[in-house]
C-alpha cells in the first residue's frame, strides 16, 4: 500500500522558518512534489525533485525554499524560510514517475496534506 506521511506543519511568524517533511512507503523511487493549497484558491505547484535531484520551484518559492531528498528513507523535505501571510496553506507531498514535476497532472500519489499558518 503506497502512503505519503508529510510532518512538520504548524503556525509561525511572518519572516519565520518551517521544514516539512514527507516520508514515502510502499513505492520505489520517485520524483517528489510540493504542492499547496490556499483557502479559496487553486493547488499550486511549490517544488518538487528527481531522483537524480533536479530541482523545480514554483514562483512562490523561488528564493525562500528549498527541497531536498533522502534516496534511502524515501523522503524529501521542504525548507521554507521567509514565510509571509500568503504562504498560509494546506501543504501536499506527491509522487510522479514523470520528468516533468511541476505539472500537478502527473503525479499519481498524495498525501493527506499539512497545515501551514503564517501569522502577521
Known amino acids: 500500500q503506497v502512503q505519503l506521511l508529510e510532518s512538520g506543519g504548524g503556525l509561525v511568524q511572518a519572516g519565520g522558518s518551517l521544514r516539512l517533511s514527507c516520508t514515502a512507503s510502499g513505492l520505489g523511487t520517485y520524483g517528489m512534489g510540493w504542492f499547496r493549497r490556499a483557502p479559496g484558491k487553486e493547488r499550486e505547484f511549490v517544488a518538487a525533485i528527481s531522483l537524480s535531484g533536479t530541482v523545480f520551484y514554483g514562483d512562490s518559492a523561488l528564493g525562500r525554499f528549498s527541497v531536498t531528498r533522502d534516496n534511502l528513507k524515501n523522503s524529501a523535505d521542504l525548507q521554507m524560510n521567509f514565510l509571509k501571510p500568503e504562504d498560509t496553506a494546506v501543504y501536499y507531498c506527491?509522487?510522479?514517475?514523470?520528468?516533468?514535476?511541476?505539472?500537478?497532472?502527473?503525479?499519481?500519489?498524495w498525501g493527506q496534506g499539512t497545515q501551514v499558518t503564517v501569522s502577521s
Open positions: 506527491a509522487a510522479s514517475r514523470f520528468v516533468e514535476l511541476n505539472d500537478e497532472r502527473h503525479y499519481e500519489y
